[in-house]
């Protein structure tokens, strides 16, 4: 979880180890005040609000029943035994004074409203602790060498140096990291902070806490653009359902509408494509030689798996398959988006693209050519999204099940909006990222370990033959009765999921439970 921006945000809370479940409860605060903070949280609300310190009892109940518009509130020390309420400027000053009433240096009060006493839910809750310490930071660095190591994969290094069972034992399902801040100048925030040299995240593999932010989208948004690589992104992608904010409009719109073409009834009735691309692919693959070694398995998957959800999810068959098995050059759109991201991403250079000596040549821009390389490539993909669009306007491809069609005709039922028309294309290339690039990757993963345990391999094919029986290819009312096939897939995943992390920023001051 990403937390807001600057270094003004932490995460405190307590997995209780007592109980076997790793049960947790967690409050974000301002990490800006520790030390000298306050944080008041109302009863029955899991929002809150960070104030300087009062001397005063009469003017900290003031700005709480300001900020929190409330009448005759009633204060409570939260880490105090019983929960007593705090009378007296006095008792303010020594909480303020007391260690062993804050939390990373900040009080934490709870607020009741109309001169309520403390609800029983408040005074059952347990204490709110300090989160497991992560590992200890590095001047400058932060904690950014945890992305180094073994494991193949920046975010895989990254969670086996955090999570590793050896490392969980020290610090827990959920850490505190100082990382380097990458935020682009033009970056939404959540609060009005400036970004630091590091920045506070949180990071976490219990799948309870990841649950709850998922689940409380306002208090939880996703906040996507705020970065220098996300924003490289946007230019190639658009504003698109995975290259957006859950706080604009864009977003909220396609949420409604998009998720409908790929539930479980559309899905099925995707399948006679999907077992036609599959089809074509089996069949390029049985005209290779007896032994014949395959160097180029990213390259033939990402081919099938774009075929089949453009044709799909768009009537277009773009060929691809075809088109490797021959030789022959690949469709435009897929060339183009390809390279569209891998420039984006930083993956696209002078020697790369163009050569060695292209890069030595002090007579040659190599820079401009790779912009200029990127530019052609973006071009092409507007071009075929923008053609797709017309013959779906015309009735030539599509129909009921086109997403093409649907964000033309249909109305968002969150929103009662369309998708804007400058909005399609971005989510024409979200659409290719999330449903190509990534199937390709759990395809690969889950045919590389099927190929090195023969015992596995065996397994799955008894399992096949006992479905099909002498059936050469499945119906779509096979696939759900593939139960150890599906096992196979879902530990492939596991072990080297497509998507590794996801972020969230907070947008307040908050509790998990």
Not at 269 to 297: E, I
């Amino acid at each position: 979880m990403q937390l807001p921006e600057g270094k003004a945000t932490l995460l405190v809370g307590a997995a209780l180890a007592a109980t076997a479940a790793g049960a947790a409860a967690y409050v974000c605060t301002d990490r800006s005040r520790c030390g000298h903070g306050v944080v008041v949280f109302l009863d029955g609300s899991q929002s809150g609000i960070s104030l300087d310190t009062c001397e005063s009892i009469d003017d900290l109940k003031a700005q709480v029943e300001e900020r929190l518009h409330i009448n005759d509130c009633r204060l409570f020390l939260e880490q105090a035994e019983g929960k007593p309420e705090l009378t007296s400027s006095q008792q303010l000053a020594h909480a303020l004074a007391s260690p062993g009433l804050r939390v990373s240096g900040v009080l934490l009060l709870l607020a009741t409203a109309d001169g309520q006493p403390l609800s029983s839910t408040a005074q059952a809750a347990p204490k709110l602790l300090p989160i497991p310490a992560g590992p200890k930071p590095l001047p400058v660095v932060g904690s950014l060498l945890n992305y180094k190591g073994s494991q193949g994969h920046p975010m895989y290094n990254f969670a086996h140096n955090l999570f590793a069972p050896e490392k969980q034992a020290v610090w827990g399902d959920t850490v505190l990291v100082l990382l380097p801040n990458s935020a682009g100048s033009n970056g939404q925030s959540l609060k009005d902070l400036e970004p630091g040299l590091l920045d506070y995240v949180v990071a976490t593999c219990d799948p309870e806490v990841v649950g709850e932010l998922l689940g409380r989208q306002d208090d939880f948004p996703k906040l996507f653009g705020r970065r220098k690589l996300e924003q490289k992104l946007q230019v190639v992608a658009g504003n698109g359902l995975f290259t957006s904010s859950t706080l604009e409009k864009d977003w909220k719109v396609a949420h409604g509408l998009l998720p409908r073409s790929f539930n479980q009834i559309r899905v099925k009735n995707y399948f006679p494509v999907l077992l036609d691309k599959t089809r074509s692919f089996v069949s390029a693959w049985a005209q290779l030689p007896q032994g014949a070694t395959v160097t180029d398995l990213s390259d033939w998957l990402t081919c099938m798996t774009a075929d089949a959800v453009v044709k799909a999810s768009m009537g277009l068959d773009m060929g691809n398959v075809e088109a490797k098995a021959a030789g022959t050059p690949l469709h435009k759109f897929i060339a183009a988006f390809r390279f569209s991201i891998k420039a984006a991403v930083g993956r696209a250079t002078v020697e790369s693209e163009f050569g060695k000596l292209a890069a030595w040549n002090p007579f040659f821009d190599g820079r401009a050519a790779v912009e200029a390389k990127a530019a052609a490539a973006l071009k092409d993909s507007h071009d075929v999204v923008n053609e797709l669009l017309e013959k779906t306007r015309k009735g030539e491809i599509g129909g009921p099940q086109s997403v093409l069609s649907a964000m033309l005709n249909d109305v968002s039922p969150t929103t009662g909006d369309f998708v804007a028309l400058h909005n399609i294309f971005g989510q024409v290339m979200n659409l290719m990222i999330a449903g190509h690039e990534t199937t390709a990757a759990a395809l690969a993963w889950s045919l590389y370990y099927i190929a090195t345990h023969p015992e596995v391999e065996s397994r799955a094919l008894a399992e096949i033959q006992a479905v099909l029986g002498e059936r050469s290819e499945p119906r779509a009312d096979d696939v759900p009765k593939l139960v150890y096939l599906e096992a196979c897939f879902r530990e492939a995943l596991r072990l080297h999921p497509s998507v590794p992390n996801i972020s969230r920023d907070v947008a307040a001051d908050t509790t998990l439970k």
